[in-house]
């Protein structure tokens, strides 16, 4: 039996990766949490919880988890940017310690396609890993420094990195509903980037097998199901499951009018030159002056008001979409997003192509459309006198 541990346990991908792990036959799964309110969550979760700081690379933390195969790192901690920062770095360090203190340990950390430019709107900016945002930003010095740690012989370190996962309980899952009973969602390119999903079912598996076969590879890999699926097929998935009208495909003519107008380019490139001069010190700089994008906008200032809402496009809802704007189309800016870069470790791992969650759970897709058509209604009702 391989003991696999899950860091970040009680985080959103943390906490169902470790149910998923703990169902499956021939493991036994660790949920690692820093504090007793995380172990509280997690144990009404169904989950065993193992408070460990590794920040703190003590005995007593190290020695918590002497017994454990493989370790999957799903925490990241963001906020203020130097305690951020130095928390994460001393997670790793702390990580790194438990890879190299015996043999055959397996590390995997989970990263994501943010670590790359946003879109292809600006090629030279893909697959160039120059993050705009700062969880990008935060995911990429992570990866950065374990690319340059020293492995103990015989032990591995993965890097994963996931462009949308998604599940019974994932955000994703609640976005793709939202965005297909939102009239207003267009597919630009015609819907045919990829959009590199992966269901926390398969990802469970990846792990398990990477857990199982000692000779699979270590280092940077891309973790998305094959086929990969366009946004056009996830989305015609979703719809038929709920039962609307499919989301509309824009040409690329038409996806040209939406690409970002001068003054949102000018923004990312000052952003991304402050992050490279300062080392990581404005890693926000970018996401802060684009959040007043949409303030701009509304000032009726020039710029295009589709443009200020794709970019602020946030779970489903455009956070000015509640105003009278006249809005055409919200194309949010990930559609645009190539394939993600290197070695797929679905592939890799010579995993068969399951049926696509999406599709044998249409059923858990028509209950989140009904929860999110209901809500409204209720808001209505509570505001009535």
């Known amino acids: 039996m391989k003991t696999i541990g899950v860091v970040g346990a009680s985080g959103q991908i943390g906490c169902e990766l470790a149910q998923e792990l703990a169902r499956r036959p021939g493991v036994k799964c660790v949920a690692f949490c820093r504090n007793g309110v995380s172990a509280a969550f997690l144990k009404l979760q169904g989950l065993e919880p193992t408070i460990v700081d590794l920040a703190g690379r003590t005995p007593e933390a190290l020695a918590k988890m002497t017994d454990v195969d493989v370790v999957v ?7 203020d940017i130097g305690t951020a920062t130095a928390r994460n770095r ?9 890879l190299n203190a015996a043999p055959n340990r397996t590390l995997i950390h989970l990263s994501t396609i943010s ?22 930003a935060y995911k990429k010095a992570g990866d950065d420094f374990l690319r340059r740690a020293r492995i103990a012989h015989g032990n591995r370190l993965g890097i994963w990195r996931i462009g949308a996962a998604y599940g019974e309980n994932q955000f994703a899952t609640r ?16 819907g045919a980037q990829p959009a590199n999903l992966i269901s926390i079912e398969l990802m469970a598996a990846c792990v398990c097998r990477f857990a199982e076969d000692p ?24 719809a038929d499951s709920i039962g609307v009208t499919r989301r509309r495909r824009l040409t690329k003519e038409e996806s040209a009018t939406y690409q970002p107008a001068p003054p949102a ?26 959040a007043s994008e949409a303030a701009r906008a509304m000032a009726k200032l020039p710029m295009s008001v589709e443009t200020a809402l794709r970019f602020r496009y946030d779970r489903g809802k455009a956070r000015a979409g509640a105003l009278d704007v006249g809005v055409r189309w919200i194309v949010p800016d990930y559609f645009y997003r190539g394939a993600l870069p290197g070695p797929n470790i679905f592939n890799v791992a010579h995993l068969d192509a399951p049926v ?11 209950e989140i459309a009904r929860e ?3 809500a409204p209604e209720r808001s209505k009702v509570a505001a009535k006198p």
């Open 265 to 290: 380019g000018l923004v990312r490139i000052v952003g991304a030159m402050a992050r490279r001069a300062a080392g990581g010190m404005f890693a926000d700089l970018s996401d802060w002056l684009r």
């Open 115 to 136: 670590v790359f430019g946003m879109s292809l709107t600006y090629p030279n900016y893909w697959p160039a890993e120059r993050p705009f945002g700062g969880y990008g």
């Open 175 to 190: 976005d793709f509903v939202g965005m297909a009973l939102d009239q207003r969602i267009a597919l630009p390119l015609e």
């Open 372 to 374: 999110m058509r209901a």
């Open 215 to 238: 000779a699979l590879p270590g280092g940077v890999m891309s973790i998305h199901e094959e086929p990969n699926l366009t946004w056009a097929q996830t989305f015609d998935i979703v």
């Open 90 to 98: 001393a997670l790793l360090v702390g990580l790194l310690a438990w």
């Open 356 to 366: 696509s969650w999406l599709v044998s759970h249409s059923g858990r897709l028509a």
């Open 73 to 79: 790192n799903c925490a990241l901690e963001t906020g």
